[in-house]
C-alpha cells in the first residue's frame, strides 16, 4: 500500500528528527478513494501498524480541498527559500547546483 509507506516514512522521519512536539499528530488526507471506499481507512491503518509501529500517535482525518493547500504551502515555502537564497542565509543544495547546469 503506497498511501502508508509514504505516512510511515514521514513518521519515522519526525520521529528520529524530534520535529513532533505534540503527543498526537494529525494526518490530512485528500481524495475520492478514501473518502469513498469503505474499507480504505482500514488497509491503511492495518499497513501502518506494519510499518511504523507505535512511532507516534497520529490520526487520519479528511482534509477539503487538500492538494489546494498543499499548493499554497509549497508556494509560501518555495518564495520563503528564495529570499533567504538571497540574503544569503541558505546556499543551493548540491543537488540543485548539479542539475541546474544542465542545458
Known sequence: ??????????????????????KKICIGIDGSLYRFHPRFNMVIQRHLKILAPVLLNYELRISADGSGIGAAICAITANDARKALRKGEIKKSPFYQQHNNIS
Not at 528528527?17 to 505534540?22: F, L, P, Q
Open 1 to 22: 500500500m503506497l498511501t502508508a509507506a509514504a505516512i510511515a516514512v514521514l513518521m519515522k522521519r519526525l520521529h528520529e528528527n524530534g520535529k513532533v512536539d505534540t
